[in-house]
């Protein structure tokens, strides 16, 4: 299962960096507008990345504990970080009532887990420790790296859609007509593409996550039983996060507001899979142990 999901993110990547490329070299006829936009881009999210874990605690309105407040999350993290090797993260808590978890860090020496008040009041021990071994999984996987890489990637092909449009490219210069529509179509379809590679490189990660955090503690039925009561909870519990940061939690925290996409192709926009998807498949992972 892990190695599919690599391979998936590897092939998403690859076909995201050829739509670049392609897009750069058709609509501005050289390499000089592909390279001024990829830089812009990789600017901007080298940017974001350095500081991708202060934004996400200040968005999530997560404040630090120290260990005396929640000293039964810190053993934990203790011993998870320790089973897999790696430094012990900040610990983080969130006061909403939603049941719900996050981790940011561009590796492991600099992440912060965040857990909410309501995760901690609804869930049982090894479920907690389940939420927690998913999280130290994105950290230890470096999806925070990956995702910035396809958001710089996916910015690069905004950028170039919209220079192509105000500034247009060797098309327009030889049919004026034909360029523009090339231009406009450049411009919807594009950054549209961009966003349905990313969303799609998001699910594959939490299906990584959740395979390898269920490794971490040897108990994939606890963490079948957390996603549970998470998609129950969370769709009736609202909670006030910053949409930027939405899809850093373990499951979708606005789906209290509607916002659930369908099956079919709804579901190419969305940044988390299906929780009943995620539950089968830890089920199977526990009847193969």
């Not at 390499?31 to 881009?41: N, P, R, T, V």
């Not at 874990?53 to 999530?60: D, I, T, V, W």
């Not at 961009?194 to 799609?200: E, L, Q, S, Y």
């Amino acid at each position: 299962m892990g190695a599919m999901n690599n391979l998936k993110t590897v092939a998403l990547l690859s076909l995201m960096s050829a739509l670049v490329w392609m897009l750069g070299w058709a609509l501005f006829g050289g390499s000089q507008g592909l390279y001024i936009g990829l830089g812009f881009a990789l600017l901007l999210n080298v940017g974001a990345y350095f500081f991708s874990a202060k934004l996400a605690l200040a968005m999530s309105k997560a404040r630090p504990v120290t260990e005396q407040e929640l000293p039964k999350v810190y053993g934990m993290v203790r011993h998870l970080a320790a089973v897999s090797n790696m430094p012990v993260p900040s610990v983080h808590l969130i006061d909403s009532a939603q049941p719900n978890a996050f981790a940011t860090g561009r590796n492991p020496k600099n992440a912060a887990v965040a857990v909410t008040t309501g995760i901690l009041e609804i869930m049982k021990d090894d479920e907690i420790e389940g939420v927690i071994a998913h999280e130290l999984s994105h950290v230890r996987n470096r999806d925070i790296l990956i995702s910035s890489i396809a958001a710089m990637l996916a910015a690069a092909l905004s950028i170039f859609a919209r220079m192509a449009f105000w500034f247009g490219g060797g098309n327009r210069r030889n049919n004026n007509a034909i360029g523009l529509v090339v231009a406009l179509a450049a411009m919807i379809l594009a950054p549209l593409a961009g966003m349905v590679i990313r969303m799609a490189i998001s699910r594959a990660r939490e299906y990584q996550a959740d395979a390898s955090g269920a490794e971490m503690t040897g108990q994939p039925l606890s963490l079948a039983r957390a996603l549970e009561k998470i998609g129950t909870a969370s769709g009736r519990i609202p909670m006030d996060v910053n949409p930027a940061v939405s899809q850093l939690f373990i499951a979708d925290p606005f789906k209290a507001f509607g916002r659930r996409r369908p099956a079919g192709a709804g579901g190419l926009f969305s940044t988390h899979p299906p929780i009943e998807e995620r539950i089968r498949r830890l089920e199977n992972m526990y009847y193969r142990i």
